[in-house]
Structures are given as structure tokens and as C-alpha cells.
T-cell receptor, first 114, second 115 residues
């Protein structure tokens, strides 16, 4: 059965610290897609990244980086030198094969203190 | 990507009334989705709306409660009918851009409070 687990309900760090948000997924498909979205207090969902199952390369975008490891079924997200504006709920999601439906994790609330 | 707008951005409604939420996209898209996000929870898919066909509802959601229209490739509406306090949620529409299994982009959401 497909599933996405974000075990960290809430993380609180002081500004400029690095922080990693964990995402573990379960799927039987060999073709699947992983996503991260950010939801700031305003409520909108902002797309951050999409990764397919055949591309295990890590990705870096500014202060954001993603570590995809099929061996551990994980797709972790690291924010380097965190800022107050990074405070949000972050969701990890999975879609399988040709199925458009997203399977969502419970989300991790990230609080960055000044 | 796509630019998506929703109206209203928020509303406070009385029990037993209905609210229609609009979702407008700046480009033609085949698939549009409606989600509900209850307070402090993750997203739950309500239905998928394709132009020219009836919406497909997920388990636990029915057309009488959440009627959806999709008159063209850039617009959709979701109505929350006969509301109760349990319907208080953020309602989000999303569109899939780029073809099958590509990325879903979300509108800003409609924050609904039912008294």
C-alpha cells in the first residue's frame, strides 16, 4: 500500500540553523514521483520540487536541498541557514505510475525563531 | 506552471447555507482538482473535474454535498451545500500542468468558517 510518513510533527529552530525535514514513502510501483510543497500561514500551497523514481540525484536550489535515497525510501529536505520566512508547514507527497492522485504526508510544521 | 485564483479568499457562513467557490486558471488545463484541508490536517482530495464530463468524487464525498461545475478549460466551481461547522476548512483547487502525473499547482485557497 502506498503511504507517506512525515514523522516530525513540529520542528523549532533558531534562525540561521540548518534543519532537515524527513519524508519516508512506501510504494510497490517502480515508477513514481515525489514532491515537496510549502504552506505558509497564508494558506496557499507552494510547489518546491518534483523528483521521479529514476533520478536519484540530489538537488540544490539556493538554501534548499533534497536528498533522495531509494535504498531507504526517503526524500528528505534540508534548509540551510534558515530564515524566519521559512516558517511554514511542509508537505511531502507521492504519486504512482500514471495515477494523478497525490498521497500526502501529514506535514511538518517548521518554526524559525529570530 | 500556472497562475490560479480563487474566490472568495475567505468567508464566514451560517449553518444550513451554501457557498460556491470559484477557481480560475490563466491557461487551459485538462484536469482540475478540489481538495479540503481541515484545521491542522493534511489535504484530502474531494473530486477531480475534467471539462465536459461529470466530476469524479473520492470516497466519502458526494455530489449532493459538493456539486462541481467545469464549464471550460480554465474555470471550475465547487459548492459546499447545507453547511455545518464540520465543513470549516480550507478548500483548495489545483491543476495539473505538463500532462499525466506532472506537477499539481495550487490556488491560494478559500478559508471557510461555518458558524
Amino acid at each position: 500500500a502506498q503511504k507517506v510518513t512525515q514523522a516530525q510533527t513540529e520542528i523549532s529552530v533558531v534562525e540561521k540553523e540548518d534543519v532537515t525535514l524527513d519524508c519516508v514513502y512506501e510504494t510497490r510501483d517502480t515508477t513514481y514521483y515525489l514532491f515537496w510543497y510549502k504552506q505558509p500561514p497564508s494558506g496557499e500551497l507552494v510547489f518546491l520540487i518534483r523528483r521521479n523514481s529514476f533520478d536519484e540525484q540530489n538537488e540544490i536550489s539556493g538554501r534548499y536541498s533534497w536528498n533522495f535515497q531509494k535504498s531507504t525510501s526517503s526524500f528528505n529536505f534540508t534548509i540551510t541557514a534558515s530564515q524566519v520566512v521559512d516558517s511554514a508547514v511542509y508537505f511531502c507527497a507521492l504519486s504512482e505510475g500514471s495515477n494523478y492522485q497525490l498521497i500526502w504526508g501529514a506535514g511538518t510544521k517548521l518554526i524559525i525563531k529570530p | 506552471s500556472a497562475v490560479i485564483s480563487q474566490k472568495p479568499s475567505r468567508d464566514i457562513c451560517q449553518r444550513g447555507t451554501s457557498l460556491t467557490i470559484q477557481c480560475q486558471v490563466d491557461s487551459q488545463v485538462t484536469m482540475m482538482f478540489w481538495y479540503r484541508q481541515q484545521p491542522g490536517q493534511s489535504l484530502t482530495l474531494i473530486a477531480t473535474a475534467n471539462q465536459g464530463s461529470e466530476a469524479t468524487y473520492e470516497s466519502g464525498f458526494v455530489i449532493d454535498k459538493f456539486p462541481i461545475s467545469r464549464p471550460n478549460l480554465t474555470f471550475s466551481t465547487l459548492t459546499v451545500s447545507n453547511m455545518s461547522p464540520e465543513d470549516s476548512s480550507i478548500y483548495l483547487c489545483s491543476v495539473e500542468v505538463g500532462g499525466s502525473t506532472d506537477t499539481q499547482y495550487f490556488g491560494p485557497g478559500t478559508r471557510l468558517t461555518v458558524l
